[in-house]
């Protein structure tokens, strides 16, 4: 589950800028420990543990939980992580896992009625538990997702859309009825805007759910991302809507994310399509805006060449020589593929910045 948002401009000022760039206290993990035998379990992301790997192998014991019936473990655990604090090696913040990892069990067995039977028989036991509520709904919206499709809206037959919207509601009242005990978590809020957006709620309904949100927790990620969505083009936004939504972002969390959230807003737009992100259009993000951000993340989080190789492929989109020579030669041979979107692969840009 999530959420998302769009802002104004940005400055780095006085003590917090500096807060901004300093390396972060590393806090325990809330996350159970990930088994001895998988390779992500020492939590440094390489070419041989790539970030995507690395949430979805922390996620496992998760799903072993919900799969064992051990739902009083899962609420401990979503507590600790909405309380926390806790990032992930790449500065995301570990709570995004707890979504995942459902999104990803779900997607993956789709024994909807089974799941279904598990849920009904945990809420009819704890009909207060966070945990629970959060999970189902993060089972409707996928279940919905299910039954519409991936197709373009005009290739969806009416019966998909029925499905697409009966499951999409019982979502929505999940939410509702758990907000009292669910709320003071940011999970919480983003899923709330992720279903609305997802309803095609009326604007000013979203708009208002990303207030409040945005005023609880102002620095979440997730809700930014939630929120993000209905500024992008492909989602009915207007051009140049999402660049000065992230702006406003940056304003919102600039004392805890400092310009990084602008370009985590942007590579959460991407894609490896004709809608990729590029720069010197009208609407296309700030590179200055961008690169700052980029290299907030390292100072931050020096180690990590996850953040490290997508930074190169936006120097090498943006035509940045000087910048992707230097990253460049900080990542060697450690590429991870990945992070270098279809037709701007490392080998294409190392010719194109090598040109004069």
């Given amino acids: 589950m999530k959420a998302l948002a769009r802002v104004l401009s940005i400055a780095v000022l006085g003590a917090a800028s500096i807060a901004c760039s300093a390396a972060p206290v590393q806090l325990k993990s809330a996350l159970p420990a990930v088994p001895d035998e998988l390779p992500c379990r020492d939590g440094v992301v390489s070419k041989a543990c790539p970030m995507s790997d690395m949430i979805s192998q922390r996620g496992l014991p998760l799903q072993g939980m919900f799969q064992q019936q051990r739902f009083e473990e899962l609420d401990q655990v979503l507590q600790a992580l909405c309380t926390g604090g806790t990032r992930l090696p790449d500065g995301q913040p570990e709570l995004m896992v707890f979504q995942s990892s459902f999104i990803t069990m779900f997607n993956a067995w789709k024994t909807w009625p089974r799941f279904g039977a598990v849920l009904s028989a945990w809420r009819a036991k704890s009909p207060d538990s966070p945990a629970q509520a ?5 089972y409707w919206r996928q279940y919905a997702w299910y039954g519409r499709g991936g197709g373009y809206a005009g290739t969806v037959p009416p019966e998909a ?16 009825e758990s907000k009292a005990a ?7 809020h983003s899923m709330n805007l992720e279903v609305l957006i997802d309803q095609n709620a009326p604007r000013d309904r979203i708009d208002a759910a990303y207030a409040e949100a945005v005023k609880a927790f102002p620095a979440s990620q997730q809700v930014h991302f939630a ?7 492909m989602w009915g936004g207007a051009p140049g809507e999402l660049e000065r939504f992230a702006r406003r972002a940056v304003e919102l969390s600039k004392r805890d994310e400092g310009n990084a959230i602008y370009a985590r807003l942007f590579w959460f737009a991407d894609c490896d399509c004709e809608r990729g992100i590029s720069f010197g259009h009208p609407g296309d993000p700030d590179w200055k805006l961008m690169k700052a951000g980029f290299e907030e993340l390292l100072q931050r989080y020096p180690d990590q060449v996850h953040n490290r190789n997508r930074f190169a492929s936006y120097a090498c989109r943006a035509n940045d020589r000087a910048t992707y020579a230097k990253l460049r030669r900080e990542l060697g041979d450690n590429i991870i593929d990945q992070q270098w979107p279809d037709s701007w692969k490392v080998d294409v840009c190392d010719r194109r910045m090598a040109k004069k």
């Fill in 134 to 138: 959060l999970i189902e709904a993060i």
């Fill in 161 to 176: 859309w029925e499905l697409f919207r009966e499951r999409l509601a019982k979502a929505s009242a999940r939410l509702a």
């Fill in 182 to 188: 669910a709320s003071n978590c940011a999970l919480w």
């Fill in 227 to 233: 929120m993000s969505r209905v500024a992008q083009v």
